[in-house]
């Protein structure tokens, strides 16, 4: 497969009220993303990304022409099984937790109980909601929720990855984290394409680009032939000397061109990421997510499902620490802590509780105590009570005992 999405005259016009065409949201696009590529789509608002992207995913009709991705339709649920879609907004249902969101989406793509729990575990701890995975998604942050939004896109290991401003919400650790998932992804065969606002972003992780406006590509290529400034030197050295300074600018001036000497300034990103890694180095408390710089085993390890059995994808994710057994010849000292039980627990406890019997008096003739006709008759109401909450009868009771 020479191209993981392909377009053909791909047109998309919206009508007004009377069916007019009002405008054209996307206007004969031909776009070729190669396998194996990190490619950004650029525009500004209403430029036609979101509605090139609907298209290519099946949830909307092209006007005119025609959109394939990974040699098929989307709409096909063997191609869609294939890709993962992160969108702009992450419509998730909230009142599932995290941990239960991925194991829907899990269960959407039919992905056996073992493998489901495992990548589920692994994406939680990647995206670095392992802390509040039982904590239900209506609850969180636009941050937070973009995090697991981009869980749910990698549940499946898709083939190709559709991001559209996946880096909206997040922090800057976050930041960082999403692109270099993007690049290890790519290192490991997969299609990402990239949809956002943040230039930055782009020309950090894509391999080639394409800028809309009006629904058409105004420019297309790599982002290094695009950006690169052919008329101008940029030449980076150690520390060097008064002395060599005059000397190269005399030699600059030579050549009837001018020069600007400073010193290079780090990026702000890196400065950013540096100080938060200090203080976590120094176990400072934090309430939000643990951002985390490993990527999950099954997304990096190559073919990794595809070609080992399912029995060894247990070890793709570090398991917990076993309790050793004890064993048999040498006696082992448990220490009992108290069970806490829950009040209802506690209740029909109390009401099964039986009193330790009294000695009964020779003579019968002799009353019972203020004391003991008070116990006799909380006895009869706990009695009572249980055999409404256990729903014995009267009768059940003297079947049980042989009748009167």
Known sequence: MEYAVETFSLTKTFSDWWGRNKVYAVDNLNLKIAANQVFGL??????????????????????????????????EPAISQRIGFLPEESYLYRYLTARETLDFYGRLFKLPAKVRKMRT?????????????NRQVGTFSKGMARRI?????LINDPDLLILDEPTTGLDPIGTRQIKDLI??????????????????????????????YGGKIQAEG??????????????????????????????IRDEHADCDVKSPMSKLETFFINIVAQARQQAVPT?????????????????????????????????????PQPSQETPQTHEVHPVRSSPEEDLLRKLTAQPEPKPVAADSSVQPTPAEQQLQSEQQIR?????????????????QTGGD
Do not use: W
């Open 149 to 153: 939004g981009l869980a749910q896109a």
């Open 121 to 133: 575990e692994a994406l939680l701890d990647m995206v670095g909601l392992k802390a509040v995975a």
């Open 287 to 323: 309430s939000g997510a643990e951002s985390k710089t490993e990527i999950s085993g099954f997304l990096t390890a190559a073919g990794a499902e595809k070609s080992r059995p399912a029995a060894v994808l247990d070890e793709l994710v570090s398991p917990a620490a076993s309790t």
């Open 222 to 251: 790599r982002v290094q032939d695009l950006l690169q400034q052919t008329d101008k030197t940029e030449i980076t050295t150690g520390r060097i000397s008064e002395n060599a300074l005059v000397k190269i600018r005399q030699i």
């Open 383 to 399: 009695k009572d009570i249980l055999d409404r909450l256990t729903g014995r009868t009267d009768s059940d009771t003297k079947n």
């Open 42 to 75: 650029l525009g500004p608002n209403g430029s036609g990304k979101t509605t090139t992207l609907k298209m290519l995913l099946g949830l909307l009709y092209p006007t005119k022409g025609r959109a394939l991705c990974l040699g098929g339709d989307a709409a």
């Open 183 to 212: 690049i290890e992804l790519a290192k490991r065969g997969k299609t990402i394409l990239l949809c956002t606002h943040l230039l930055a972003d782009v020309e950090d992780v894509c391999d080639q680009i394409a800028i809309l």
